[in-house]
């Protein structure tokens, strides 16, 4: 898939998270790589690059105090790696790429591991493809 058809996808998705989400987002950028670096895996303890999906850096919103002041905070989506993972699992990428922005939102909002399990079966039910998409 081009990169355009790719960002589309995570367009879509953004606009399919619940309002009372999206309203609390402030200073965060979505981005799109082909790969996780060297760096990156290493600092999430993965030594191969299609196991990481999606990466979130920066400041969680719930440390955040009222002095806080930076550069946006970065949620990566890997190309190349939710592409492999769709052709090894044989889940439609719409939903492989929804679980992991919710996956990285949850980490810029600061739920912890157990409160992320919980919300991403909240929304592994909702679809953001559009009517007649196959994803």
Known sequence: ?????????????????????????????????????????????????????GYYRGWPLSERTHEYSSLPDVITIYQQA?????????????????ETIIHELAHYFGFSEEEMDEIERFWAGEDIRDEGETG
């Open 1 to 53: 898939m081009n990169r355009s058809d790719f960002e589309r996808l995570i367009e879509r998705a953004i606009r399919k998270i619940p309002r009372e989400f999206l309203d609390r987002i402030d200073n965060l950028t979505f981005q799109v790589e082909d790969w996780a670096d060297p760096e990156i895996l290493d600092e999430v303890g993965f030594d191969d690059p299609r196991d990481l999906l």
């Open 82 to 98: 939710v592409e492999n993972y769709r052709h090894e699992s044989g889940e439609p990428l719409v939903k492989i790429i929804r």
